[in-house]
């Protein structure tokens, strides 16, 4: 990782359901995050087109409706939708990490993908990660990664991995990601929400009336710093009430709520809420020296001799 470099969370919303129309948003985003001197961005989950949050709707035909426009708004890898975001992160000189709903380069198949897109600031598509295991009422939308989408990218400013929404609570797939040798990380999640007793019990964040430490995204992200130490951006997706469909009243937590840690899980920017805003913040590599000197989870603190790991192979 060098020394020092600055990066970015995209707390934008998308133009919900409006696939050109978002991307043209985040070439504008990656565009103004360039000025201001950033090298990577970041944007939430499934920020193009953004997420479903009608995913549990009855009556069921309403919900099969909603899935075709849904695929009509989603992303193949590579095509002319990621040659724009390419062409944005060159000019910008960026490297973007794009949330979207990513529709199967398999011939013949529908079948749609929670993933993480990254895109390198030559204008190449480096690589995507797609969610291993969706959450809940997610498996009637996505479908599952597999192990080859377990990686990370070796950049000009150091190596970067990410995760979406509750993979940062699988312990295993959090280790795989540390092996990896990941320096910076980007979390993406649907929002913000407030979980009283379980997280079946959610709801949107209401800023000046929950607290913001009822919802476990702040406790994941922080732990996930330190147990990998590396860096993270966290960028949750935020949108006005009134730019949803009614449909989505039951699982709205469009509240934002991006951040940044450093190794050590000390926030070094935002959370922001309930607004859009594109957050910076400037890695120190001495704070990972630090962290590291202090607890190594890949070296002194690994003890290989009791334990092994493997991730299994299925490129």
């Known amino acids: 990782m060098i020394d020092k470099v600055k990066v970015a969370a995209a707390q934008v919303s998308p133009i919900f359901m409006n696939k050109e129309a978002t991307i043209d948003k985040a070439c504008k985003t990656i565009e103004e995050a360039g000025r201001a001197g950033a090298k990577l961005i970041v944007f939430s989950e499934t920020f193009i087109p953004g997420y479903p949050y009608w995913r549990g709707l009855q009556p069921i035909s309403r919900w099969s409706d909603l899935m075709v426009q849904y695929q009509k708004n989603s992303v193949r890898i590579p095509s002319s939708d990621t040659d724009v975001l390419c062409d944005a992160s060159k000019n910008a000189d960026m490297i973007s990490v794009i949330g979207c709903t990513e529709l199967s380069d398999r011939k013949g198949s529908e079948t749609l993908y929670n993933t993480i897109l990254f895109v390198g ?25 597999d192990a080859s989408d377990v990686r990370v990218f070796d950049t000009d400013i150091g190596t970067i991995g990410g995760l979406v929404c509750y993979e940062h609570h699988m312990t295993l797939l959090k280790a795989a990601m540390g092996s990896l040798g990941e320096e910076i990380h980007c979390a993406v999640w649907p929002g913000w929400w407030v979980m ?7 709801k ?14 702040e406790h994941a992200v922080r732990e996930y710093a330190f147990e990998n130490q590396a860096f993270v ?17 039951d699982f709205n937590t469009a509240a934002g709520g991006s951040f940044i840690v450093n190794p050590a899980g000390v926030i070094l920017a935002g959370p922001v809420f309930n607004k859009e805003a594109i957050i910076y913040a400037l890695l120190d590599s001495d704070d990972r020296r630090h962290t590291k000197a202090y607890f190594d989870a890949l070296g ?15 490129h």
């Open 233 to 249: 951006i966290s960028v949750s997706q935020y949108i006005p009430d009134k730019d949803l469909p009614k449909e989505c009243t």
């Open 121 to 145: 600031n030559n204008g190449k598509v480096l690589g995507r990660h797609r969610k291993l295991m969706p959450t809940h009422g997610e498996r009637m939308v996505w479908g599952m990664g």
């Open 196 to 202: 009283d007793r379980h997280p079946g019990d959610k």
């Open 204 to 217: 949107r964040y209401k800023e000046g009336k929950d607290s913001p430490h009822l919802c476990d995204i």
């Open 300 to 314: 002194h603190y690994s003890r290989r001799d009791i334990f092994k790991f493997e991730i299994k192979n299925e």
